[in-house]
């Protein structure tokens, strides 16, 4: 089985940051793709940042997030800086993963990591 564990949440004020890690344990051949998502009040669940083959971030998080992976370590970064009200909600690990060398991927998530920013 393979899991994903976050940490790093808290409760911050406007303007701080954060970084959370996610590392990924289990029968693991190969990692394609890492990544974070958010559900943040009123809203469903939205992609912040994900890091493959190239990198992609949601517009209302450019120049604030950044995202890293540490692949000896099965392990993805998010930096949050600069951050705003808006940006609480609980931030969820994402990973599309290969457990044996048939090609197969399959797509897990953490367990999610509360984030709340105060103004």
């Known amino acids: 089985q393979v899991q994903l564990v976050e940490s790093g949440g808290g409760l911050v004020q406007t303007g701080g940051s954060l970084r959370l890690s996610c590392a990924a344990s289990?029968?693991?051949?190969?990692?394609?793709?890492m990544g974070w998502y958010r559900q943040t009040p009123g809203k469903q669940r939205e992609l912040v940042a994900v890091g493959g083959g190239s990198t992609n971030y949601a517009d209302s998080v450019k120049g604030r997030f950044t995202i890293s992976r540490d692949t000896a370590k099965n392990t993805v970064y998010l930096q949050i800086n600069s951050l705003k009200p808006e940006d609480t909600g609980v931030y969820y690990c994402?990973?599309?993963?290969?457990?044996?060398?048939?090609?197969?991927?399959?797509?897990?998530w953490g367990q999610g990591t509360q984030v709340t920013v105060s103004s």
């Open positions: 994402y990973a599309v993963l290969q457990r044996t060398t048939t090609g197969y991927k399959y797509q897990y």
């Open positions: 289990g029968s693991i051949f190969m990692i394609n793709v």
